[in-house]
């Protein structure tokens, strides 16, 4: 079987839509189903943006729900542009499904804001520090899946310096610093490689000292991913069963809240700019 394509924010967007529509039209899936040669099956699918209408489908969906013409040509154009293929498109069958949506969000993403417990974030981390980092959480890696990690998370760094370049705010636990990954001469590289992207623009780097002693970080990585209005933001905790990504209201505002109160904890970047500046001496 193929892989699933990763759904895109304008799939998620297109998929809400539809959602609301059917809603505003005071139908159920069923209702639905029986005036359209569209089963419910088939519908769950495009409302949860598992899969992409074809545009004789859509046009059936916004007849039924009478919908505008002004609007009906800014949903068939956000069905053009949700089949726009992202860079990551090509390895999506190597990797897994969760790694392969979060990179299609991240982007589309207008910025992300950043916590790591343990490790570099991934879009600062250098191909060394991927390589042994990788090596070390998965001993049974074959070597030519651990040069593909490396391959893809370095493709994921262009969106630092692009023209239009994602706004990351990255926030580490100070024990990221001490953590050897890799031996000396990687971990050199690493800092110096921080420390010149923390020189960037849209990037903010920040770290929570020891000192602070606990803090909310202490239960996990997360990431929230922050879009272009009227997208909104997701979402991402990391879990020993891999990513898992969160978009209710509430799970957010918990996420953002956690963000907020690591921001305040830690470091300023100046001070935290000196943190990295010590270990690499």
């Not at 190597?94 to 490790?119: D, T, W």
């Not at 705010?169 to 610093?177: G, N, P």
């Not at 000292?209 to 970080?217: D, K, L, N």
């Not at 239960?219 to 979402?235: C, E, K, M, R, W």
Request: glycine share 6%; proline share 6%; with cysteine.
């Amino acid at each position: 079987m193929a892989p699933r394509t990763p759904p895109t924010v304008r799939m998620r967007r297109l998929a809400s839509e539809l959602r609301r529509l059917r809603g505003a039209a005071g139908m159920s899936r069923e209702d639905v189903a029986g005036r359209t040669d569209i089963n419910v099956a088939t519908l769950y699918r495009l409302e949860t943006a598992k899969g992409r209408p074809q545009r004789r489908t859509l046009t059936s969906l916004l007849e039924l729900y009478q919908v505008a013409p002004e609007e009906r040509d800014a949903l068939f154009a956000l069905l053009k542009a949700a089949g726009e293929k992202g860079w990551v498109q090509p390895y999506a069958g190597s990797i897994p499904e969760e790694y392969s949506m979060y990179i299609q969000l991240e982007s589309e993403a207008a910025s992300v804001r950043n916590y790591e417990s343990l490790l570099v974030p991934g879009l600062l981390q250098t191909a060394g520090y991927i390589v042994a980092s990788s090596a070390g959480q998965m001993p049974l890696m074959p070597v030519d899946q651990i040069d593909l990690q490396a391959k893809i998370r370095v493709g994921r760094q262009d969106l630092l310096t692009r023209s239009n370049p994602l706004a990351l705010w990255a926030i580490v636990d100070e024990a990221v610093l001490h953590r050897v990954v890799g031996g000396p001469d990687v971990m050199r590289d690493q800092f110096e490689h921080l420390l010149s992207m923390m020189e960037l623009p849209n990037v903010t780097f920040q770290v929570v000292p020891f000192s602070a002693g606990s803090h909310v970080g202490m239960l996990g990585s997360f990431s929230l991913l922050d879009f272009p209005d009227p997208d909104p933001t997701v979402a991402c905790v990391e879990t020993m069963a891999g990513s898992m990504f969160r978009e209710t209201e509430d799970e957010v505002r918990a996420c953002t809240v956690a963000f907020d109160h690591l921001r305040a904890t830690a470091a300023s970047p100046a001070a935290s700019a000196r943190m990295v500046s010590d270990r690499l001496r």
